[in-house]
């Protein structure tokens, strides 16, 4: 069933927009969820809480790409719930990907501070924007929703160690770029031309 339609479901308050949602994308926010918490039980109440979501969201909103949405709304579930028992330190899964940036943002004392800003995230958002988009997919793909570099390598037909490379150098540019930007995160609509 179209994304129009499965909207327009939830919109009608007809149930079997939870339904065809499942059918269409479960799978898809399954995937995030398990990539990001390594456990499959916490992974089906993440999709289960995604489709509680879209339920109570729609309406009022009106999702124009509903895959990507409720990817981004399983995405924040399972990044909420893998803090919630990573305090209790029963997770890897999304602490692999995280420690691969932890080089990449400068001032660590600070660290806690500028995630907690919206200004960290617009300045990386921008410089994704100047990445070419191959380079932009595999970045968002990797840190965004936790895919394993084993993973995308398959998917590209290369090998891991020479995707790991890859990632090496973006992090790189991403770590050159914030430290040359540090301290200048309110001037982010200029980041554009760095």
Not at 11 to 32: F, H, P
Not at 34 to 52: I, P
Not at 106 to 126: C, D, R, T
């Amino acid at each position: 069933m179209d994304d129009w339609k499965i909207v327009e479901l939830f919109w009608q308050r007809d149930e079997r927009a939870v339904g065809e949602t499942s059918a269409k994308y479960g799978g898809l926010c399954l995937g995030i969820a398990t990539r990001l918490l390594a456990d499959s039980r916490d992974a089906s109440e993440c999709l289960n809480e995604t489709l509680y979501q879209a339920w109570s969201r729609i309406p009022p909103q009106r999702p124009e790409k509903l895959g990507p949405w409720l990817g981004r709304v399983t995405r924040n579930i399972s990044v909420s719930l893998w803090r919630k028992n990573h305090r209790q330190k029963r997770y890897s899964g999304l602490e692999q990907a995280l420690g691969e940036l932890e080089d990449c943002i400068p001032s660590p004392e600070n660290l806690e501070q500028k995630v907690e800003s919206a200004e960290l995230g617009e300045a990386i958002s921008w410089w994704l924007g100047g990445l070419a988009k191959e380079e932009r997919i595999l970045f968002v793909r990797r840190y965004w929703y936790g895919i394993p570099l084993r993973e995308l390598a398959e998917e590209r037909g290369i090998p891991q160690k020479q995707l790991a490379q890859k990632m090496y150098r973006l992090r790189q540019k991403l770590k050159t770029f914030l430290e040359k930007e540090d301290g200048h995160y309110e001037n982010c609509g200029q980041l554009r031309s760095v």
